[in-house]
């Protein structure tokens, strides 16, 4: 069963490039799709004030035969807009809708490739059925069972919803940084030497973020336990023994913060 929070998706490429996901689940997709159909809602809004001008002119026997144009205008417009907003914007932006781009959201292929126009076409046809019998009750239960948080329209078309990379970064950055003011660490200074930087390989930083990732939720007695190996290997070779004596715990959120912008995309 799947569960209703966004998960980790590794996908192989043909060139057996190895490619990691976040999908999006159910709430990241929900906000998305609220914030498209208020912007909806305003363009349709915009367009029943303008037939009801146009609707009030003819009455008035204002220019009556531009008023039949305008108003033949503004249907098309309206049904144009409402049948082609989701395609038109995954189709011009990306795989993503106004809505979505705001959520950090994307719409791929399986194969972790930009959706093709083919694809956006079907997946947004089949809206119809997700929205089976209202409010995407259809979509929101595929969702929830779904390996990959699929809806109908992504199983038919081959389409997975991701989170980008950059947002979630940002996100999880938002989240350490409010931790560490509100669990008032102490504060330790220093310039970090590009030569020294340089020390710092992928694992490091694999190891650094794994360990501030447990910051905001952890107990002090054990967050140290735990900073005390981690911070003697960044001090042996950063070269900086006497920081680490210090405060350990400071020390990796010291240097967490001075290498964070080498590795976050």
């Known amino acids: 069963m799947n569960e209703s929070v966004d998960k980790e998706l590794t996908i192989i490429t043909p060139e057996q490039v190895q490619l990691q996901f976040q999908t999006a689940g159910i709430g990241s997709r929900a906000i998305a ?8 809602f305003i363009f349709n809004v915009i367009l029943f004030l303008f037939a009801l001008v146009v ?3 003819y009455v008035g026997n204002w220019l009556p035969e531009m008023a039949d144009y305008l108003i ?6 309206f049904v144009l807009l409402n049948l082609g907003y989701f395609i038109c914007t995954e189709a011009y932006m990306g795989g993503q ?13 399986n194969n972790g490739q930009s959706a093709t126009l083919l694809s956006i076409l079907i997946r947004n046809l089949f809206r119809l059925l997700d929205m089976l019998p209202s409010a995407y009750f259809l979509g929101a239960v595929f969702i929830f069972f779904s390996a990959r948080d699929k809806r109908v329209g992504d199983m038919v078309a081959g389409t997975i919803v991701i989170i ?17 003011v509100k669990r008032n660490f102490a504060v330790i200074e220093f310039q970090l030497e590009d030569a020294l930087r340089h ?3 992928l694992a ?3 190891l650094l973020q794994a360990w501030m990732e447990r910051v905001p939720s952890m107990h002090r007695v054990r967050l140290h336990e735990l900073a005390v190996p981690i911070a003697l290997h960044f001090s042996g070779k950063l070269e900086q023994d006497a920081l680490y ?5 400071a020390y990796l959120i010291a240097v967490y913060k001075k290498i964070r912008q080498d590795w976050e995309v």
Not at 97 to 109: A, E, H, I, N, S
Not at 165 to 178: A, C, H, P, S, Y
């Open 33 to 40: 799709h609220l914030l498209d159909t208020l912007l909806l």
């Open 55 to 57: 609707s009030r002119l």
């Open 72 to 77: 033949a205008i503004a249907i098309i417009l």
């Open 97 to 109: 809708t106004p809505g979505k781009k705001m959520m950090g959201l994307r719409v791929l292929q």
């Open 164 to 180: 980008e990379t950059r947002v979630e970064g940002m996100k999880r950055r938002r989240q350490i940084d409010k931790m560490i």
């Open 199 to 201: 020390k710092i390989t």
């Open 204 to 206: 490091d930083w694999q």
């Open 245 to 249: 004596a210090q405060d350990p715990v």
